[in-house]
């Protein structure tokens, strides 16, 4: 185990810390959009550290110039589904939570 | 012609992922010996592109792009490229998609014949799932009613 | 090596058991939505972490490609029908 693959370790305990915080969001803030802020951010976030650092593991090759591909189309795509899910809340007309 | 419930920032990077998506379905048919892929899954792929075409933009645009008439001629023709490799291989006197005698017509060797006869095939299948796909999202989301030019014209007054 | 990917594999499986608690018990079903796709996200990772483990890495990049690209179809169809259906 040379020093560019002992180079991806922080990287992916980096992607891991942000899933864990994302997922207790998910299940413990009190309502629906808050939830979506702690999805929509942490998840894109943590996907694309997680594929840094895979793709620094492989080294100078084609596979990961493809993972690279792949961190680019969710840095795209990941926050425009959350802008869709939002956007289909908002026009049923759910309320945001107001603390009292 | 945008409807109201069109959302700009969706369209916009609609338009920006569908070419890409549908490179990468290229890829996905071409290198089905060396990779996952094939036919049927590049079919797929492609026929996704074209329903998020018709999601974020609507259905009169996506019409413009690719009409019924369109649809059903790809769907035709995908078949005619499968069926009709079959029926050469059978007119230069072997067995029904035996792909080793296209090396008579293709000059190399029968093992590399038969590589460039499945290539073929993969593509035709490909071209028929697409065209398939889409026509089947069509056809559920209008409910089987399409209004003409003339009657739309006639509706707006 | 492959000791801190194995592990690092089953701790990214129990977050997704995570998230379907979510997905199950949801109220509503705008909330099972974005449960799903955060499985589809943690689900891609999973999948590239087994092509380093099994060592056939060009073979899962291809999947996990194909992946992406129709959780985020698939996320967006769904959300649009919703919006018209006017059901939360």
Same mark, same amino acid.
């Given at each position: 185990?040379?020093? @560019?693959?002992?180079?991806?370790?922080?990287?992916?305990?980096?992607?891991?810390?942000?899933? +864990?915080?994302?997922? @207790?969001?998910? +299940?413990?803030?009190?309502?629906?959009?808050?939830?979506?802020?702690?999805?929509?951010?942490?998840?894109?976030?943590?996907?694309?550290?997680?594929?840094?650092?895979?793709?620094?593991?492989?080294?100078?090759?084609?596979?990961?110039?493809?993972?690279?591909?792949?961190?680019?189309?969710?840095?795209?795509?990941?926050?425009?589904?959350?802008?869709?899910?939002?956007?289909?809340?908002?026009?049923?007309? +759910?309320?945001?939570?107001?603390?009292? | 012609?945008?409807?109201?419930?069109?959302?700009?920032?969706?369209?916009?990077?609609?338009?920006?992922?569908?070419?890409?998506?549908?490179?990468?379905?290229?890829?996905?048919?071409?290198?089905?010996?060396?990779?996952?892929?094939?036919?049927?899954?590049?079919?797929?792929?492609?026929?996704a592109s074209f329903i998020l075409y018709?999601?974020?933009?609507?259905?009169?645009?996506?019409?413009?792009?690719?009409?019924?008439?369109?649809?059903?001629?790809?769907?035709?023709?995908?078949?005619?490229?499968?069926?009709?490799?079959?029926?050469?291989?059978?007119?230069?006197?072997?067995?029904?998609?035996?792909?080793?005698?296209?090396?008579?017509?293709?000059?190399?060797?029968?093992?590399?014949?038969?590589?460039?006869?499945?290539?073929?095939?993969?593509?035709?299948?490909?071209?028929?799932?697409?065209?398939?796909?889409?026509?089947?999202?069509?056809?559920?989301?209008?409910?089987?009613?399409?209004?003409?030019?003339?009657?739309?014209?006639?509706?707006?007054? | 090596?492959?000791?801190?990917?194995?592990?690092?594999?089953?701790?990214?499986?129990?977050?997704?058991?995570?998230?379907?608690?979510?997905?199950?018990?949801?109220?509503?079903?705008?909330?099972?939505?974005?449960?799903?796709?955060?499985?589809?996200?943690?689900?891609?990772?999973?999948?590239?972490?087994?092509?380093?483990i099994y060592q056939r890495v060009d073979m899962f990049v291809d999947?996990?490609?194909?992946?992406?690209?129709?959780?985020?179809?698939?996320?967006?169809?769904?959300?649009?029908?919703?919006?018209?259906?006017?059901?939360?």
């Amino acid at each position: 185990m040379n020093i @560019i693959q002992a180079l991806s370790i922080p990287f992916l305990l980096g992607g891991f810390f942000f899933f +864990l915080a994302a997922t @207790i969001g998910l +299940l413990r803030f009190p309502d629906f959009y808050t939830r979506l802020h702690a999805t929509g951010k942490g998840d894109t976030l943590a996907v694309l550290l997680s594929l840094i650092g895979l793709s620094v593991y492989e080294g100078f090759s084609f596979t990961a110039v493809k993972i690279v591909f792949i961190a680019v189309f969710m840095f795209l795509a990941q926050p425009t589904s959350t802008h869709a899910i939002s956007r289909a809340a908002m026009r049923c007309g +759910l309320k945001p939570w107001v603390k009292k | 012609m945008t409807r109201l419930t069109d959302d700009i920032i969706i369209r916009a990077v609609a338009r920006i992922m569908i070419p890409f998506i549908q490179l990468y379905a290229l890829y996905v048919i071409m290198h089905g010996h060396h990779s996952p892929g094939g036919g049927f899954q590049g079919g797929v792929i492609l026929g996704a592109s074209f329903i998020l075409y018709l999601i974020t933009h609507g259905l009169e645009e996506a019409r413009v792009r690719m009409s019924e008439l369109k649809a059903g001629i790809f769907s035709a023709s995908g078949v005619l490229i499968y069926s009709g490799i079959g029926l050469l291989c059978l007119i230069l006197g072997s067995n029904f998609l035996d792909y080793g005698r296209l090396s008579i017509i293709l000059k190399v060797i029968p093992a590399q014949a038969r590589s460039l006869g499945i290539l073929g095939v993969e593509i035709g299948v490909g071209i028929t799932v697409m065209a398939v796909m889409f026509s089947i999202f069509f056809d559920i989301s209008t409910g089987g009613i399409i209004l003409e030019d003339e009657e739309i014209k006639e509706e707006n007054g | 090596m492959d000791n801190f990917f194995l592990w690092l594999g089953m701790g990214l499986f129990f977050l997704v058991l995570l998230c379907l608690y979510r997905g199950v018990f949801g109220p509503g079903v705008l909330n099972r939505v974005a449960a799903i796709s955060a499985i589809g996200t943690k689900t891609l990772v999973i999948l590239l972490i087994m092509g380093y483990i099994y060592q056939r890495v060009d073979m899962f990049v291809d999947i996990s490609m194909v992946y992406a690209l129709l959780n985020f179809i698939g996320t967006i169809t769904v959300s649009k029908y919703l919006e018209m259906s006017g059901e939360i």
